[in-house]
């Protein structure tokens, strides 16, 4: 038995898809014999669409392309030549970096919010996830709401409620969906410059960000996933080490599609002495820190802190900035141009930093990498919707605490503006009941009731450059409030806190602006585009 709901397809589309998918029911499948560019475009609409990728390429992709030239081609059958050459070069050229040279575009499909956050893990892969803010969660999969059923939980005492309380908290979202939108269209009257599709989007955008909160993190999501062979191997390895059974069942569905693209990059995942060993070595570890970590910290309870801490920078970090930009213009030693930048006059400190970040005329146009020279800490209590969107930055190390109800949750202004405070606060009272009868229980899966309205403690330690690209994008009007706070503060705190007001500076498209309809100027350019283009907007179903 397991929890995932199966698509059917008419003989033709069938015929079709066994061309370019590795399956044609399972929700892990590999795209292969498509264009790097058809395969991008694929996942970059993933996100904004409740279709599954293979309908995707049916509905939207499939009339553009010409397939006519793969009838013959069955991507469901196992490559035994390619794995015969995958063998003899992996053997004859090596194991790891071989195994970085082959990619792979994976689908995976019906995921809860706490396995996309395992599979986002990896800093060497990229990802693409279904949005909260594009998409309603109201609709339904074959009949039911669209969240994880784990089989332990559902099989015990304890299913029955599982599935009704959650239910409950769909159906509560799903209630509030149209009194939302109609207050913000009060709030926010459309403009006669604005077409009725863009105000719509814009309006139902800003509804979505408002209830995400109400949804659990057993809500599912799609993810579209392209990494090298041994990126996946890594991914599969920490899989099967992980207490939650949905991502070690999720392991081995993925390891079977990826075996019929890359067999041989993953030959060592079964391998007693290699990823066997590996996979317990990770889950003993874990286990035996976690024993340890609850005895030592045992009736220690939190202290208050504010939502955003700068825990730890280095207090000389403007010198060996200075030093770091001159490194590769001079012959002399770092240590003696660390010397040099303390004792410059801060006119020549300016100019040195003005000459190298230059005349940024967009935030993609960002300085170079001696930005990395100085490293931040922080420690954020956040909404868990808000840590989704910040914990998939690769270039920073980001982590978290257990997902439970511990540390409160967050109301958002418009809901209770709008008068539907009492009815959210319903849903954060069933999402609470649910997760503390299943903890003793199923204590990995009880973070599965857990509302993303909730707060989460997590710590991310990044450079300064990561931090640059962090905090410009983040804070860009058309984010959503709650991350935009945090990085909002993250600026604010490098500037006044740590003393680095040069580096903040250099960060000039941080947005510290409030905004009201976050979607709108997004949706204007996106028109505008489509316009001059001659292309028609894309439905956002």
Same mark, same amino acid.
């Given at each position: 038995?397991?929890?995932?709901?199966?698509?059917?397809?008419?003989?033709?589309?069938?015929?079709?898809?066994?061309?370019?998918?590795?399956?044609? *029911?399972?929700?892990?499948?590999?795209?292969?014999?498509?264009?790097?560019?058809?395969?991008?475009?694929?996942?970059?609409?993933?996100?904004?669409?409740?279709?599954?990728?293979?309908?995707?390429?049916?509905?939207?992709?499939?009339?553009?392309?010409?397939?006519?030239?793969?009838?013959?081609?069955?991507?469901?059958?196992?490559?035994?030549?390619?794995?015969?050459?995958?063998?003899?070069?992996?053997?004859?050229?090596?194991?790891?970096?071989?195994?970085?040279?082959?990619?792979?575009?994976?689908?995976?499909?019906?995921?809860?919010?706490?396995?996309?956050?395992?599979?986002? +893990?990896?800093?060497?892969?990229?990802? =693409?996830?279904?949005?909260?803010?594009?998409?309603?969660?109201?609709?339904?999969?074959?009949?039911?709401?669209?969240?994880?059923?784990?089989? /332990?939980?559902?099989?015990?005492?304890?299913?029955?409620?599982?599935?009704?309380?959650?239910?409950?908290?769909?159906?509560?979202?799903?209630?509030?969906?149209?009194?939302?939108?109609? +207050?913000?269209?009060?709030?926010?009257?459309?403009?006669?410059?604005?077409?009725?599709?863009?105000?719509?989007?814009?309006?139902?955008?800003?509804?979505?960000?408002?209830?995400?909160?109400?949804?659990?993190?057993?809500?599912?999501?799609?993810?579209?996933?392209?990494?090298?062979?041994?990126?996946?191997?890594?991914?599969?390895?920490?899989?099967?080490?992980?207490?939650?059974?949905?991502?070690?069942?999720?392991?081995?569905?993925?390891?079977?599609?990826?075996?019929?693209?890359?067999?041989?990059?993953?030959?060592?995942?079964?391998?007693?002495?290699?990823?066997?060993? +590996?996979?317990?070595?990770?889950?003993?570890?874990?286990?035996?820190?976690?024993?340890?970590?609850?005895?030592?910290?045992?009736?220690?309870?939190?202290?208050?802190?504010?939502?955003?801490?700068?825990?730890?920078?280095?207090?000389?970090?403007?010198?060996? =900035? =200075?030093?770091?930009?001159?490194?590769?213009?001079?012959?002399?030693?770092?240590?003696?141009?660390?010397?040099?930048?303390?004792?410059?006059?801060?006119? *020549?400190?300016?100019?040195?930093?003005?000459?190298?970040?230059?005349?940024?005329?967009?935030?993609?146009?960002?300085?170079?990498?001696?930005?990395?020279?100085?490293?931040?800490?922080?420690?954020?209590?956040?909404?868990?919707?808000?840590?989704?969107?910040?914990?998939?930055?690769?270039? =920073?190390?980001?982590?978290?605490?257990?997902?439970?109800?511990?540390? /409160?949750?967050?109301?958002?202004?418009?809901?209770?503006?709008?008068?539907?405070?009492?009815?959210?606060?319903?849903?954060?009272?069933?999402?609470?009941?649910?997760?503390?009868?299943?903890?003793?229980?199923?204590?990995?899966?009880? /973070?599965?009731?857990?509302?993303?309205?909730?707060?989460?403690?997590?710590?991310?330690?990044?450079?300064?450059?990561?931090?640059?690209?962090?905090?410009?994008?983040?804070?860009?009007?058309?984010?959503?409030?709650?991350?935009?706070?945090?990085?909002?503060?993250?600026?604010?705190?490098?500037?006044?806190?740590?003393?680095?007001?040069?580096?903040?500076?250099?960060?000039?498209?941080?947005?510290?602006?409030?905004?009201?309809?976050?979607?709108?100027?997004?949706?204007?350019?996106?028109?505008?585009?489509?316009?001059?283009?001659?292309?028609?907007?894309?439905? /956002?179903?």
């Amino acid at each position: 038995m397991h929890p995932y709901v199966s698509e059917t397809w008419t003989d033709e589309e069938a015929d079709v898809l066994r061309r370019y998918v590795t399956n044609l *029911d399972g929700p892990v499948f590999a795209l292969v014999n498509l264009p790097e560019v058809v395969k991008g475009a694929l996942f970059a609409r993933y996100s904004r669409t409740h279709k599954s990728l293979r309908r995707l390429f049916l509905d939207e992709f499939v009339g553009e392309l010409d397939t006519s030239g793969d009838a013959s081609i069955d991507a469901t059958v196992g490559l035994k030549r390619a794995e015969e050459l995958y063998q003899k070069i992996f053997f004859e050229y090596g194991d790891d970096s071989v195994a970085q040279l082959g990619g792979v575009h994976l689908a995976c499909e019906q995921a809860s919010n706490l396995l996309t956050k395992v599979l986002e +893990w990896g800093r060497l892969m990229a990802y =693409l996830e279904q949005s909260t803010r594009y998409l309603s969660y109201d609709s339904r999969l074959e009949g039911r709401y669209r969240y994880h059923r784990p089989p /332990g939980v559902l099989s015990s005492s304890l299913g029955t409620r599982y599935v009704s309380d959650l239910d409950a908290l769909f159906g509560i979202y799903a209630e509030l969906l149209g009194p939302m939108q109609d +207050w913000f269209r009060e709030r926010f009257p459309q403009q006669p410059q604005d077409s009725d599709f863009i105000y719509r989007q814009s309006i139902r955008a800003k509804a979505f960000d408002s209830l995400r909160g109400l949804l659990p993190a057993a809500a599912l999501s799609n993810v579209g996933i392209y990494g090298s062979g041994q990126s996946y191997e890594h991914l599969i390895l920490r899989m099967r080490a992980h207490p939650l059974p949905e991502a070690r069942d999720y392991a081995e569905r993925m390891l079977v599609e990826l075996r019929k693209v890359i067999p041989s990059f993953l030959s060592r995942v079964d391998r007693p002495d290699r990823g066997r060993a +590996w996979s317990a070595y990770l889950a003993a570890t874990g286990a035996g820190t976690e024993d340890v970590a609850h005895r030592l910290l045992a009736g220690v309870a939190p202290e208050p802190r504010p939502a955003v801490t700068l825990i730890d920078w280095d207090p000389d970090g403007e010198d060996k =900035l =200075l030093a770091a930009i001159l490194y590769p213009h001079s012959e002399l030693p770092d240590d003696q141009l660390r010397a040099v930048a303390q004792g410059l006059p801060a006119a *020549d400190r300016e100019a040195l930093v003005a000459a190298w970040v230059g005349e940024r005329t967009n935030r993609r146009h960002k300085p170079g990498r001696a930005l990395e020279r100085l490293v931040y800490r922080f420690d954020v209590l956040s909404d868990y919707g808000a840590f989704r969107d910040l914990q998939r930055h690769r270039l =920073l190390t980001i982590q978290w605490q257990p997902l439970t109800p511990r540390h /409160g949750w967050v109301m958002p202004e418009e809901v209770a503006e709008a008068g539907l405070a009492a009815r959210f606060e319903d849903g954060m009272a069933i999402s609470t009941g649910l997760h503390d009868a299943l903890a003793e229980r199923f204590p990995a899966e009880a /973070g599965y009731a857990v509302a993303l309205a909730f707060r989460l403690r997590y710590s991310i330690e990044l450079n300064a450059r990561s931090a640059l690209h962090l905090l410009e994008l983040r804070t860009q009007p058309a984010g959503h409030p709650a991350y935009r706070r945090i990085c909002q503060e993250m600026h604010r705190l490098i500037a006044e806190q740590a003393g680095h007001r040069t580096v903040a500076a250099a960060m000039r498209f941080v947005d510290h602006g409030e905004s009201g309809l976050e979607r709108l100027e997004s949706e204007r350019r996106a028109e505008a585009r489509r316009q001059s283009t001659g292309h028609e907007a894309a439905a /956002g179903s």
